[in-house]
């Protein structure tokens, strides 16, 4: 299987290819207050409105909310679909594709791995809807994971 490595704040990402959407640089991203610090914010692609995560703040289990001081910011995404539609994952550099049996020494993200915290610096993320399960504890719909998205202090 091919995958995409990216990187993101010192992390390495891997996706395989069939799962992502599409590569986009330089687009905006509008910013809102209360957002979890996981959920960057909200991109428009194609007419579609999409979630951006940092997902390296989701590994590392960072929780809480961060000050917003831009409501729009440049920012640079991999898309990719998952259970309830499409993310958009931040990155700071695309490093290449690559065979999935190239990957040596690289974790398989899960809820595991971030529970404990730990110093790795790179994912295989096999199954994107890994992402969404971890953010919501459960097996989401997509009526869940919007919910969580745009309401986390009432879930």
């Known amino acids: 299987m091919k995958v995409l490595g990216f990187s993101r704040d010192g992390i390495e990402l891997y996706i395989p290819i069939d799962r992502i959407s599409g590569i986009f640089q330089d687009e905006t991203a509008f910013r809102y207050p209360e957002l979890s610090i996981m959920f960057f914010g909200l991109m428009f692609i194609n007419g ?3 979630p951006v995560l940092d997902l390296p703040k ?8 961060e000050a917003v001081k831009d409501y729009s910011i440049r920012c640079s995404v991999v898309l990719v679909q998952s259970f309830s539609g499409r993310l958009a994952l931040l990155y700071d550099s695309i490093k290449d594709i690559f065979e999935s049996s190239e990957l040596t ?17 790179a ?5 994107t809807e890994i992402i969404e399960d971890i953010i919501s504890g459960i097996r989401p719909s997509i009526h869940s994971f919007k919910e ?6 009432k879930s």
């Open 123 to 127: 994912f295989f993320v096999e199954n």
């Open 48 to 50: 579609e409105v999409v």
């Open 58 to 65: 989701l590994i590392r289990n960072k929780s809480g909310f």
């Open 148 to 153: 969580i998205l745009l309401c986390p202090g």
């Open 105 to 121: 020494d690289i974790s398989q993200l899960n809820r595991e791995i971030i529970a404990a915290g730990n110093n790795r610096n």
